[in-house]
């Protein structure tokens, strides 16, 4: 009588288990780096909105510095006072001559 052998155990099984796990890898894998990248663009979007609030505050300041510099620039004192260094003098009354208004207006400043 011959030895009744066993026939191996067929290997789509083992391919299947290892396919599964590479998959599952893959998977795994795939979501870490698209946490990381979106780990990474939040950092970066926090030091943009860093810099671009640093500006804002720079640009206010500015607003603010230029506001006081145009304030002081159109005060009439300093008008007068700067008319009159230029050899300039208030006019006499006989002098003056109102304008007869016309159709157009003047914006507002």
């Keep these: 009588m011959a030895a009744h052998r066993t026939p191996p155990a067929p290997a789509a099984p083992r ?3 290892v396919a599964t796990m590479l998959i599952v890898a ?3 894998l795939a979501l870490a780096l698209a946490h990381i990248r979106r780990q990474h663009e939040m950092v970066r979007l ?3 909105l860093a810099r671009e609030t640093a500006r804002l505050q720079r640009l206010e300041e500015e607003n603010r510095r230029l506001r006081l510099e145009r304030s002081m620039l159109r005060h009439p004192d300093r008008i007068e006072r700067r008319a009159l260094s230029l050899g300039m003098r208030r006019p006499a009354p006989a002098q ?3 304008a007869p208004a016309t159709g157009t207006t003047v914006a507002a400043q």
């Design 15 to 17: 391919r299947v288990a």
């Design 26 to 28: 893959a998977a795994a």
């Design 46 to 48: 926090g030091y943009e």
């Design 96 to 98: 003056i001559r109102v």
